[in-house]
């Protein structure tokens, strides 16, 4: 084993033994890393241990082991990086300005396993034989998505789409050049207005993007509730209510799907009624609920209106 391997079992044996939540609990473990660095070090200056390397790598190397999410931190937190894909253990990609491309990163099948399972812990979500498919928010707001054979050939299929907040407001679409001012206006006040807005867009169109910049033009006294399959919207309001779907439990039962959720928001005297996207029957729900003269804004999975 080389000095990594041996440091990060030490670390996980004093977590273990004090009890930490890694993620909930960083600060601590961030300092148990940087102290068994240094002490590794100075054992291996006096005795046959292979030499860990420059320690600052060696510490950032091991935090993000047993507190990040190893080998695919570094992607996590590289801000041009948009969404990261694994096709196998040895095909990992990531997205930049629309592009994708072929890491050098290499993984196990039990590394895989490892890490889609500290994801999906703080979720409360279960993958399984028995599901499949799931649909998960990490603690920075990446949203994951897995698959597992059999429905997968072979190897389990990881997405990670990055929370990459480029845009919260309408102005910042205009200086990104999305929007032309003429346009930021009228839907601005559209919104104000309280007109019903149906955002249409394929996959990584930037709806999500778009509906969190419409918001910012919600009026500071309404009340918002949100509905999505996981929590993906950041409305800057002072009264909003977020609401995302539950799977069911091994017994097939605790079930919420997006149109119970419509249902429930209804009951909850909104102002304004948003749901992430619409696919299903619930956009039957939705339409009701808009034709009873409750503003409303949505998405739903198109090239066109």
Same mark, same amino acid.
């Given at each position: 084993?080389?000095?990594l391997g041996i440091v =990060?079992?030490?670390?996980?044996?004093?977590? $273990?033994?004090?009890?930490l939540d #890694?993620? @909930?609990?960083a600060g601590?473990v961030?300092?148990l890393?940087?102290a068994?660095?240094?002490?590794?070090?100075?054992r291996?200056?006096m005795? #046959? *241990? &292979?030499?860990?390397?420059p320690?600052?790598?060696? @510490?950032?190397? %091991?935090?993000?082991?047993v507190?990040g999410f190893?080998v695919?931190?570094p992607l996590l937190d590289?801000p041009? !990086?948009e969404?990261i894909?694994l096709?196998?253990?040895?095909? !990992?990609?990531?997205a930049?300005?629309g592009e994708?491309?072929?890491?050098?990163?290499?993984?196990?099948?039990?590394?895989?396993?490892? %890490?889609?399972?500290r994801?999906?812990?703080?979720?409360?979500? $279960?993958l399984?034989?028995?599901?499949p498919?799931?649909?998960?928010?990490l603690?920075?707001?990446s949203?994951?998505?897995?698959?597992i #054979?059999?429905?997968? $050939? @072979?190897?389990?299929?990881?997405? !990670?789409?990055?929370?990459v907040v480029?845009?919260?407001? *309408?102005?910042? %679409?205009?200086?990104?050049?999305?929007?032309?001012?003429?346009a930021?206006?009228?839907l601005?006040?559209?919104?104000?207005s309280? %007109?019903?807005?149906?955002?249409?867009?394929?996959?990584q169109?930037g709806k999500?993007t778009?509906?969190?910049?419409?918001a910012?033009s919600?009026?500071?006294r309404?009340?918002v509730i949100?509905?999505?399959? !996981?929590?993906?919207?950041?409305f800057p *309001?002072?009264d909003?209510?977020g609401?995302q779907?539950?799977? &069911?439990?091994?017994e097939? =039962?605790?079930e919420?799907p997006?149109?119970?959720?419509?249902?429930?928001?209804?009951r909850?005297?909104?102002?304004?009624?948003v749901?992430?996207e619409?696919r299903?029957?619930?956009s039957?729900?939705?339409?009701?609920?808009l034709?009873?003269?409750?503003?409303?804004?949505?998405?739903?999975?198109?090239?066109?209106?």
């Open positions: 084993m080389d000095a =990060e079992d030490e670390v996980r044996e004093l977590i $273990r033994r004090r009890g #890694p993620l @909930r609990q601590e961030r300092r890393v940087e068994a660095v240094t002490d590794y070090d100075e291996a200056l005795g #046959p *241990l &292979p030499p860990i390397g320690l600052d790598a060696a @510490r950032r190397f %091991l935090f993000d082991a507190a190893g695919l931190q590289d041009s !990086i969404e894909w096709n196998a253990p040895n095909e !990992i990609y990531v930049r300005n994708s491309e072929l890491t050098s990163l290499s993984l196990t099948e039990q590394q895989v396993r490892d %890490l889609v399972e994801m999906l812990k703080s979720s409360g979500r $279960r399984d034989m028995s599901s498919f799931v649909d998960a928010a603690p920075d707001g949203r994951l998505h897995v698959v #054979p059999d429905v997968t $050939r @072979r190897h389990w299929a990881v997405n !990670i789409r990055k929370f480029k845009a919260s407001r *309408l102005e910042h %679409l205009v200086e990104l050049g999305t929007l032309t001012p003429q930021a206006r009228f601005g006040a559209a919104v104000s309280g %007109l019903n807005i149906l955002v249409s867009g394929a996959t169109a999500t778009m509906l969190n910049c419409l910012a919600i009026g500071s309404e009340r949100t509905v999505e399959e !996981i929590f993906e919207l950041q *309001l002072r909003v209510v609401l779907c539950r799977q &069911p439990n091994l097939g =039962e605790g919420i997006l149109r119970r959720l419509v249902k429930e928001a209804l909850m005297r909104p102002d304004r009624l749901v992430g619409v299903e029957a619930e039957l729900d939705m339409l009701i609920a034709n009873s003269g409750l503003p409303g804004m949505c998405t739903v999975h198109t090239n066109c209106a």
